[in-house]
Every structure is written in C-alpha cells, then in structure tokens.
C-alpha cells in the first residue's frame, strides 16, 4: 500500500498533479481550522456541521432537517436520504428474511422426521418444461427452500445439469438457446419502480409555500383588476403575476426532471455489474442482467453470488450470507449443503455453480423488487449549504416582514402615493376594492422579497453540480456509487494507493527464474530443465490456479484467465511447453487450500493418475515459501539441501529481484504418504494440508507493468506497523512512503490514524482484503477491472480503467464540485444583497418598491435556476490542483468570496438607489409625464440590475483571479445561458412591458444600463486587489445566528 506522501512520485508532465500540500500529509490548514472553531463547538452543536455523512447517525440526520428553514419540503429534501423510508425498506428487509428462515425451519423439521420413518423421501418427479428435462417452479421451489431431497431425486448436480442441457465443465454451447433459455426460466433482472414523471415534478415545484400565496394573490388581483377595470385592462396585474409563478415553475421542474434522469442513468449503471462466466468452455465477463439458468459461474474470495444456484465442486469455499439473513455467520459450502443464494459474498474458498434461479425467482429478486427505490443521500456540502440557506433565509423572512410592516403601515396612514402625488389611501373615501387592492400588492411584493432571500435553490445546486460531475467522471472512467464521495474527494488529504493494478498496470510476465541455483535465461526456455522438475512444475502450475488456459475464439492461439499473478505463471508455463488439458486430466484434486491475504500462499493435494503418489504443491510469497522448504531441486532433477549457505543464496536472489521491483512467486511440492491422507469426503475438507518439509522447485521474478511517468518504489526500512503503540502509529504515520506485504489490519490501523490525525483519507484498492480500509476511508475508491465484488461494495467510487491518472481526475472533479458551490454562493448572495438592500430601502423612504412581484421573480428565474446550471457546471481548472485541499470545517464563504460580493453589492445598491431618488434628474425625464417618467426610471432600475447580476456571472466563475474570461469560450452552456438570459432580458423590456409593468427603452438608455453591467467587471479586478483578513468573517457572525437555530431546535 502506498500514502499518497510518496516522495519518490515524480509529476506527471501530462497530467495536472495533486498540490504538494495536498500529496504529502497536509493537515495544517484543516488542523488550525477545527481549533479555531473548537472554541465554538464546545458551546454549541451546529446541526447543521456534519463532517461525513457516510456512515452518519439518523439523529443527526434528523437533527439537521429539523433545524432547517424550508419552503418546499418536497423539493428540498428530494435528494436527501428518506428516513421514514429507509426504516420501512428494512422492515421488508427482516420480513424477507424471516419468511425465507421460517421455510427453512418447517423444511428442516420435515426432513427430520422423515428421515426418522424412512431413509430417502419421494419427491414429485419433474415437470418438463420445453426443451428442459425441469419446469420454472421446480428449480425455484428447490432452490428456495433448500431441499436436498429434491436434487438428489434430479440425480444430483450431473442430473440437474442433463435436464437443463448444460454441461458443469464446459458450460452451455453456443448464444442462440440463450433466448429460449430466458422465455423458459426468466431473465436476471427484476421490475423496477420508474422515476418520478414530469408532472410529478411539476406538482413538486408547486408546493412552494410562498408561489402558492403568490398565486392566491395573482387570482384576487385578478378577480378585483377585472372587476375595477374591466376584463380589457384589468387582467394585467393579476395574469402577469400568474404567469411568472407558472414560468417558475415550469423551469423548475424542466430542471429537476433532467437531474432526475441522470441519476437514473447512473444508478443503472451501477447496478451493471460484469461476472465471469464459463460458456463453450471459455471464460468470459458478462453483465449480470445476461446470467440465464443452466450457467455455469465460477466463485472465487470477493465475488457476489449472480444468482441462485448449485455447488458443482468448490475447495473450503465460506458464503457470507448475512445480506440475505441478516446474521454475521460464515457458512461454508459442500455437496450436503449446496445451495448458493444470490446476493451473498464469497468470504473464503473457490469453487463453481450451476445456476438454477435467475431475477425475481431468487430471494434476492424480491427484496430487490420490494426496495428498489432510490431513496436519496444527503451530502456534507448539502447540509452545509442548507444551514446558509437557513441563516440567509432567517434574515430574509426579517426584512420582508420589516417591509410588510413599514408599507401596511404608510398605506394605512395616507403617507403613501400614487405616480401622480396622488394619496393611495384615504379614510372613508378610498372604496373597499382599491383598498384591498393596494393591500395585495403590498403582500405580494413582501412575499416576493421572501421568495428572492430565501435561496430554496441553493442546497439543489449541490445536486446539479454533482449529477453534472457525475456524468462527466464517467466518461473520466470513474463511477460514483455515493454522492458524498465526489464531493468529499476535493478535500482529500492523503491518498492511500495500493501499488499493483493502481499505480501499476495489470500487464505481468516473468522475467527471471530460478531453478535450483541455476538462473534460467530466458526464463521460458524449458530446454535447460530436466523432465523431472518440468513434470512437477507443470503439474504444480496447472492445477494449484484459479485461472485457466482454453483456445482463443480464432482458434489461432491461446487466452489465459484469472488474476494478473494468475495469467502471468500460466503464460510462463505454456512457454515451457506446459499442455494445461492434458496435464489437469493426469491427476485427480483432493483438497485445495485457496489463497488470501494473510496465508499468502495457496496450495493443492493431487492423486496421480499413473502411479498414485499423492502430491502437495504450494505456491506463494517467495519468502514465505523458502521459510517452509527444507531442500530444493536443482536443474537436473537432484534433490539438495538447503542449509545456511544455500538459504543465503535464495534469499539474496529474492532481494535481488525485489530491489528491481519484481515480484518474486516461490513453487515446491511435497510427496505425501498416502495412509496420512483422508480417505472420506468429509475429512478431505476438514485436512489442513502440510506446510513443512517442502521441497523448493523455482522462484520466479515478475515484473509489473510500470506506468507511465512513475517510478518503482523500494523500501526504505522495516516496521512491523501493527505492533506499534498508538502514539508510535501516529508519529510513524506522517512519515509512511511505502507499507510493503501490508495485512488488511495494516491498512485500516494506516487508515484510522491519518484520520485520528485530521486527515481525509481516500483508499484505493482491488482485493477482499482492502475492503476494511476501503469502508473505513472517508473516500474508498474501488479497482472496476480487477476489483472484487466485495472491494466494490465498500467502496464510493469505482475507477473503472483501474488507473491512478484516473484517481486525479476525481480529485480535480472533487474539488471542482465545491469550487462551483461557492462560485454560486457568491453569485447568488450578491443578488441577494443587492434586491433585499434597493426594496428595503425604497420601501421605507418613499413607501414604494422600484423592483416589483414578476420582476423578482424574474430575478429568482436567473439566480436560482439559470445561475445554477451556468455556474455549477463549469469544469474543472488546472489551477485547482495547485491549490491547498479544502478543510472539513472551511467556512463555505471565505473571506475572498466576502470581499467580492460586498463590492459588487455596494456598486449595485448605491447606483440603483441614486436613480431610484434621483433617477428623473440623472435620466433627464423632468419634462416627462410623472407617471411615464417613473416607469422609465424603474424599468432602468430593473434592467440595470439583472444586466449587472449577467456581467457579474463572469466575475463569479473566477473568484480570485484576473483574467475571468478564461476558458469562458470553452463552456458552451455558460455561454448559452448567458445569451440567453440576455435575449430574453431584452423581450421582457421591449415586447413584455404591461406583464413585467416596464416601459421600451432607447436607445441611449440601453446603453446606459450596459454600462452600468460592464462597469463591474473593471470594479472586480481592482477589488481583488484589496488583501482580506485570515480570520473567518463567518466566525464573527456566527454567534447570533448560532442561538436563533439553537432556538428554533428546542422549540420543535
């Protein structure tokens, strides 16, 4: 395993690379940080700081929910995780469970007391089913309640596999009885619920508290407008407003349908997973959903289960059936227990399996079927950006009721008035309508102001920038199983990398051997080796493997399955003439002891056909095997002892070929007295195969396909990392570069102590014994070719190329994500500030709001929805890289983002405020009609604005840089946006105006509000001259904020 601190990496000149800082175990910044907020925390518990939300409590989940300000529950929480859901989704979980138990139960005490009458039960005889010797409800009803009186009615897994035409060596013939094979037994898929339809969304977009009180408004403005006017004029105010709420609304849901489909595409990918099958006697990868019964599966330690089936022959192969019982109990296989269930793990052994269960005919189907639903997950960054939308919404909901107040207030009391000076409201003279009249506009402009400052949208931009990222890591080769993770990657500390397959190719061959003393040059010439150990070598390699050599589909060669170390010795052994075929039918195998991780080794016992002999053959870690031989064989077939100078040599040769990272693979063998083997079925499973005495045969060096622009590493010292203190851990820790033969407690004691130790860790990995890490990591990343099912399944993230160059490219989306976030932030607090400031203000001067209901709305159209999609979707920069990893607790708005929007706030506040009280005279419009010339000076109030918040979309995109063009040509859907907010600015001003209640421009005006946009662009760049303070402006504001959720949360 090696840390992402490896000193000896090189960058690579065509990839952007990690920030130092960010390579190397930088945990300064995010140290200080959570010191400097230590303080804080002590005092107070914000519901709305969740570090991680991978493996987070449902109280806290809850906690968060309850603290935050919503307006549209449905909404807002629709890519959150479903609480109430989740609970129901294990409830049918234990009920499937205990239904399957239950059966088994009745079954079990029936074949007892069966057995207790008589040996054998009769069982119905098989119903065929077409071309099959057995029909569907036969094989499930078998396979479902694990009856073994029925297979061995069938005639045993040979009988089984004659009625479904398949052959349990060879597999099935041919693709074209694939099809009827599915009409007969079903497909591997099982139903699932469809998405949410458009109008569902559209019903979703609806329940917004504030468009429904808005609407309710539009329909009584309506109702008095045409009452008071007539229908010709009266409408207008009303159907304006009905009309942006639709419009809203439609764009909305048009939004968070298109979200919706990418994640449903993305969830089916992630469902895809490709199994290896046996077919016309090849080994292929296929995708799950094309399993049919009658396949024959090979099982090796990680892999899922596909489907329900039959052991055909397995070696101490252990089932992790916990998914489907729900207990933590290993069960191993053999032919009296030879029911596989789909969905389970393979915890230990090998073996193969008749499938017999396919889809919704299996346990596994149903549960599936019944919880299918994708039931969301929240994020960090979401939860984050709800607590801002809460404290953002807290101050809204303020100053819209302040503004309420203060207008109801001047109506009321006749200080407020019309265009012309005229009063709105006079006591006893004023009708009912007009009064009510003047009330709604009152209300709805207050209500506007509440849809504007509270940024219901802000929390779903996480979920547009992460749908977007998603799908552009695909194409990156990297799959996301867990939203958290993409997000959490732009924060990654430290990177813990398993070396082979990640930071190496899977691409192995032997280039050196040893056999004897004698070095084999070239290592595949088979001439210099006596017949004797070519004999054992051959047989030591053909059947002590969990790989696999058959013709190729041209016939023309040969392919190799099974691991890269696999597909390498089998490579090499066919060089040395090794004929697979042949050699595997001249003995028999006993017993097999599989490998893993922490025996390092794997060995077989085999029955000579010829003569009987029983051979023990291991194979392994060079050291650990040299450890256990006491002689070797030389190139002449002699046997030799092994003592102390013989030792030094097979040591030093190892060393030798480890120093030019090779990876050094030891073979021996051992005659064993046939009275000391098992004779019965069950003591061959039982035997643990002699490890002693062994006999050495060679010692191969492999080398490793080194990619690209990285070096090999070599140890730098031994230390035995588990037998530290957790003070020593923690010290060594920081200064790991390379952990060499690291045990799956090395890499989880690694992994916990970086994090004990402020880091955020991602692990990459491909093997069963990475998956404790894996799930420990605050990110796993999972290897997509040579991965295991069950490295896969704790994993976040799937590199599907199983390349490291891939592992940056999430990092760079990682940290894109939130670098987009906070683009957004800015943006849309500038528009916030900026709107809330000008009606607050005018509203309590004059009693008059310049920027009115549709016109706000039209404001939200562009900040929440358009602002989104435009800024949450620019990819990421080669710059992001050279900075520092962002810290768990980093405020969201840092000091730089402050000081950009309060600038671009300030401009636009004071420029639209001298021309909302001095408009007339800077625009020139004093011998104009009072009323028109107040119309023309809001509608350059209004067109001023949104022109600023369009120029100010291209300062956001580069919070601290200069040049905030770069690459803007490069983002076509920014720029569509852009043009077309722009286009339809420029309809609403001219075409729109009894809707929007504005009045067409000239020419020069439209000039003078371009001018008032573009100034913001000079405006940034000098104002990003101005240095901003280190301490967090948000640690200053957060006191107050803090007690007003902390009383909102005890008061629910």
Known sequence: MTTGNDSHTPPTAAEPQLDPEASVIDVDAASANAKGWAADEEEYSDPFDIGNTK??????????????????????????????????????????????QVIRAALLFKLAGQRAIVLGTAVTPPTPNGDYGIGLEELASMSRDHNISALQQYGGVKGLSKMLKTNTETGIVGDDELPQRRNAFGSNTYPTKKGRSFLRFLWEAWQDLTLIILIIAAAASLALGIKTEGLDDGWYDGGSITFAVLLVIFVTATSDYRQSLQFQNLNEEKRNVQVEVIRGGRRDKISIYNIVVGDVIPLKIGDQVPADGILINGHSLAIDESSMTGESKIVHKDQKSPFLMSGCKVADGAGTMLVTGVGINTEWGLLMASISEDTGEETPLQVRLNGVATFIGIVGLTVALSVLIVLLTRFFTGNSKNADGSVQFVRGKTSIGQTVDGAIKIITAAVTIVVVAVPEGLPLAVTLTLAYSMKKMMADKALVRRLSACETMGSATTICSDKTGTLTLNQMTVVEAYVGRKQIDP???????????????????????????????????????????????????????????????????????????????????????????????????????????????????????????????????????????????????????TDKVPTGEEQLEQWTLPEDDLVLLAIVGIKVGTLKNYTNSHFQGIITFRELSDKEREQVAKRISVMGRSSPSDKLLLVQTLRKLGDVVAVTGDGTNDAPALHEADIGLAMGIQGTEVAKESS?????????????KVVRWGRSVYANIQKFIQFQLTVNVAALVINVVAAVSSGDVPLNTVQLLWVNLIMDTL??????????????????????????????????????A???????????????????????????????????????????????????????????????????????????????????????????????????????????????????????????????????????????????????
């Open 796 to 808: 976040d993230i799937i590199i599907l190329d199983d390349n490291f160059s891939s592992v940056v």
């Open 906 to 1052: 300030i401009y636009q506040v004071t420029v639209l405020l001298i021309f909302n009280f001095s408009g007339k005279i800077v625009l020139n419009l004093k011998n104009e009609l009072p009323e028109h010339a107040n119309m023309v000076k809001n509608t350059v109030i209004f067109n001023g604005f949104v022109l600023c918040q369009i120029f100010n979309e291209f300062n956001a995109r580069k919070p601290e840089e200069m040049n905030v063009f770069e690459g803007v040509t490069k983002n076509h859907f920014f720029i569509g946006i852009v043009g077309t907010t722009f286009i339809l600015q420029i309809i609403i001003i001219e075409f729109l105006g009894k809707f929007a209640t504005t009045v067409k421009l000239s020419l020069n005006l439209w000039l003078v509000c371009l001018a008032i946009g573009i100034f913001s662009w000079p405006l940034a760049a000098v104002g990003k001259l101005i240095p901003v303070p280190q301490t967090p402006l948000a640690k200053v504001f957060i006191k107050p904020y803090q007690r007003c959720v902390a009383a909102r949360h005890n008061s629910s």
């Open 55 to 100: 493996n987070a409590s449902h109280e806290s989940l809850k906690r968060w929910r309850e603290a935050a300000l919503v307006l549209n529950a449905s909404r807002r929480f629709r890519y959150t995780l479903d609480l109430k859901k989740e609970d129901e989704k294990e409830q049918r979980r234990s009920m499937i469970r205990a239904h399957a």
């Open 867 to 904: 602002g989104a999609l435009a800024l949450a979707t620019e990819p990421p920069t080669d710059q992001l890289m050279h900075r520092p990893p962002v810290g768990r607790r980093e405020p969201l708005v840092t000091n730089i983002m402050w000081r950009n929007l309060l600038i671009q």
């Open 523 to 673: 290592p595949e010439d088979g001439s210099q080796l006596n017949t004797a150990v070519s004999s054992l070598l051959d047989e030591g390699i053909a059947q002590n493997t969990a790989g696999s050599v058959f013709p190729s589909k041209d016939g023309a060669g040969i392919d190799v399955s099974g691991s890269p170390t696999e597909k390498a010795i089998l490579h090499w052994g066919v060089k040395l003439g090794m004929k697979f075929d042949a050699v595997r039918s001249e003995s028999i195998i006993l017993h097999v002891s599989p490998f893993n991780s922490t025996k390092k080794r794997a060995g077989v016992a085999l029955r000579v056909q010829t003569d009987s002999q029983v051979h023990l053959h291991w194979k392994g870690a060079a050291e650990v095997i040299l450890a256990s031989c006491s002689q070797y064989m030389d190139a002449n077939g002699s046997l030799q002892s092994i003592d102390e100078d013989n030792k030094v040599f097979f040591k030093d040769a190892i060393e030798t070929m480890a120093a030019k990272s090779l990876r050094c693979v030891a073979f021996a063998y051992k005659t064993c007295e």
